[in-house]
């Protein structure tokens, strides 16, 4: 069956079975370590110590993740992930008393360092997979990876309370390096050798972009992002345990469900956005869907003030968010693969997602500390949305400054 698969589509589900198997491990290797570490009665200040690495090394990974994808391949820049992977579950088997807040950062940061190389991999991978005159094909390919990494992403949520319950965090651990072990062991196997490798060896310095279309693309993906975890990462979980009550096992599991759905409507983001009638999205389209968007946490905002109740303002919010949120998300993937020269694509998709790894390292921050500042509870969450809408605000401003000529004929629509 596979090898009547053409040599294109072979590669790109390998890339996307590495993409599914790192991902299910990144998600339930967060929420083994926030239950574990809880557990043991670390603080919550404790515990998002422990990702801060994570998430600082994800920006500096971008950045040279993409020189170094441009010069090995990003068939060794994915592998390399995948055994780092490996390496960052291993560290997690110590001893308990080994478990200590700055072994289990740098743990972390190998871990983050991990995700980013085989994230950057996945996304630049596409480019080289589809025709450059195939642009629906590519939003399509894109669309799918990212969507099912986010639902895969949520999957995880529950495959690590799921093992921490059965095996324990040292079993559960053990089983996802074993498991994970397996994939990387496939993948120096079967993933194309030469995939990715720029022709001229590009110089250090161009890990900068030097597109102005990818520079303001970066911008607006770093203000979106940071949008979103500025009132998700740290103030709504806070807000849902200490002020309506619930349990971790219902925080987590909603946004477990919420993370799933998000990545669901990713997955579909083209029939959407209109690709049905042969359209591809272009700068007009990115800014349209964020000025949908910036509207929303103000919305959440207005009615937790006027006193509307707050599971219901938020449940509805979120749902809403999270659709448009995803469509942006999805547009914004498309849009950089598609803006990215063909050869060196890791260094320009590289330098992307180090703006997108900052908005999330600024949004988290920010999500704690604007909270804790502003009173916590609804006062707090209030304080967090508003700067979530500012943050959209310039997400749409920055937007205007996209390219207009998209190639979003029919004719597209016919390479499919």
Same mark, same amino acid.
């Not at 997955?267 to 272009?282: H, L, Q």
């Given at each position: 069956?596979?090898?009547? /698969?053409?040599?294109?589509?072979?590669?790109?589900?390998?890339?996307?079975?590495?993409?599914?198997?790192? @991902?299910?491990?990144?998600?339930?290797?967060?929420?083994?370590?926030?239950? +574990?570490? +809880?557990?043991?009665?670390?603080?919550?200040?404790?515990?998002?110590?422990?990702?801060?690495?994570?998430?600082?090394?994800?920006?500096? $990974? =971008? /950045?040279?993740?993409?020189?170094?994808?441009? +010069?090995?391949? /990003?068939?060794?820049?994915? =592998?390399?992930?995948?055994?780092?992977?490996?390496?960052?579950?291993?560290?997690?088997?110590?001893?308990?008393?080994?478990? @200590?807040?700055?072994?289990?950062?740098?743990?972390?940061?190998?871990?983050?360092?991990?995700?980013?190389?085989?994230?950057?991999?996945?996304? *630049?991978?596409?480019?080289?997979?589809?025709?450059?005159?195939?642009?629906?094909?590519?939003?399509?390919?894109?669309?799918?990876?990212?969507?099912?990494?986010?639902?895969?992403?949520?999957?995880?949520?529950?495959?690590?309370?799921?093992?921490?319950?059965?095996?324990?965090?040292?079993?559960?651990?053990?089983?996802?390096? !074993?498991?994970?072990?397996?994939?990387?062991?496939?993948?120096?196997?079967?993933?194309?050798? %030469?995939?990715?490798?720029?022709?001229?060896?590009?110089?250090?310095? %161009?890990?900068?972009?030097?597109?102005?279309?990818?520079?303001?693309?970066?911008?607006?993906?770093?203000?979106?992002?940071?949008?979103? %975890?500025?009132?998700?990462?740290?103030?709504?979980?806070?807000?849902?345990?200490? $002020?309506?009550?619930? =349990? +971790?096992?219902?925080?987590?599991?909603?946004?477990?469900?919420?993370?799933?759905?998000?990545?669901?409507?990713?997955?579909?983001?083209?029939? !959407?956005?209109?690709?049905?009638?042969?359209?591809?999205?272009?700068?007009?389209?990115? $800014?349209?869907?964020?000025?949908?968007?910036?509207?929303?946490?103000?919305?959440?905002?207005?009615?937790?003030?006027?006193?509307?109740?707050?599971?219901?303002?938020?449940?509805?919010?979120?749902?809403?968010?999270?659709?448009?949120?995803?469509?942006?998300?999805?547009?914004? *993937?498309?849009?950089?693969? *598609?803006?990215?020269?063909?050869?060196?694509?890791?260094? %320009?998709?590289?330098?992307?997602?180090?703006?997108?790894?900052?908005?999330?390292?600024?949004? @988290?921050?920010?999500?704690?500390?604007?909270?804790?500042?502003?009173?916590?509870?609804?006062?707090?969450?209030?304080?967090? /949305?508003?700067?979530?809408?500012?943050?959209?605000?310039?997400?749409?401003?920055? *937007?205007?400054?996209?390219?207009?000529?998209?190639?979003?004929?029919?004719?597209?629509?016919?390479?499919?």
């Amino acid at each position: 069956m596979l090898s009547q /698969l053409s040599p294109a589509i072979r590669q790109y589900l390998v890339v996307t079975g590495n993409y599914w198997a790192f @991902t299910l491990t990144d998600g339930a290797l967060r929420m083994l370590v926030v239950l +574990h570490f +809880h557990g043991l009665g670390y603080s919550p200040l404790e515990i998002a110590l422990l990702f801060l690495f994570y998430e600082v090394f994800g920006v500096i $990974t =971008n /950045l040279v993740g993409g020189w170094l994808g441009a +010069h090995l391949g /990003l068939n060794r820049t994915m =592998n390399i992930g995948l055994g780092l992977q490996v390496v960052a579950l291993a560290m997690l088997l110590v001893p308990a008393a080994w478990l @200590t807040v700055p072994w289990v950062m740098a743990a972390q940061a190998l871990s983050g360092i991990a995700k980013d190389l085989n994230k950057m991999s996945a996304k *630049s991978s596409i480019k080289l997979l589809v025709p450059e005159n195939a642009q629906g094909t590519l939003y399509k390919w894109v669309a799918i990876l990212t969507g099912s990494k986010n639902a895969l992403k949520g999957a995880g949520f529950f495959l690590g309370g799921a093992l921490l319950m059965w095996l324990g965090f040292a079993g559960a651990v053990a089983a996802m390096a !074993i498991a994970l072990a397996m994939v990387w062991l496939l993948s120096l196997v079967l993933l194309k050798k %030469d995939l990715g490798k720029a022709k001229s060896k590009p110089r250090f310095r %161009d890990i900068f972009s030097k597109s102005r279309a990818i520079n303001i693309l970066s911008a607006a993906r770093m203000f979106l992002f940071g949008a979103r %975890d500025v009132w998700f990462v740290v103030a709504l979980p806070v807000f849902l345990s200490q $002020t309506l009550g619930w =349990n +971790h096992s219902q925080t987590g599991g909603f946004l477990a469900l919420w993370v799933i759905g998000y990545g669901m409507v990713q997955a579909v983001a083209p029939r !959407i956005t209109g690709k049905a009638s042969g359209k591809v999205p272009d700068g007009r389209a990115a $800014t349209g869907w964020a000025a949908l968007l910036a509207g929303l946490p103000a919305l959440i905002a207005l009615g937790l003030m006027w006193g509307m109740d707050p599971a219901w303002a938020l449940m509805g919010g979120l749902l809403a968010f999270g659709a448009v949120f995803a469509v942006n998300s999805s547009l914004h *993937s498309y849009l950089i693969v *598609s803006y990215a020269g063909q050869d060196g694509v890791s260094l %320009d998709v590289g330098f992307y997602y180090m703006a997108n790894a900052m908005g999330r390292l600024i949004g @988290t921050l920010l999500s704690g500390w604007v909270f804790q500042m502003a009173g916590q509870g609804s006062i707090g969450l209030q304080a967090c /949305l508003w700067i979530s809408a500012a943050m959209l605000v310039l997400t749409v401003l920055i *937007s205007l400054g996209l390219p207009t000529l998209a190639r979003n004929k029919a004719k597209t629509a016919s390479a499919e």
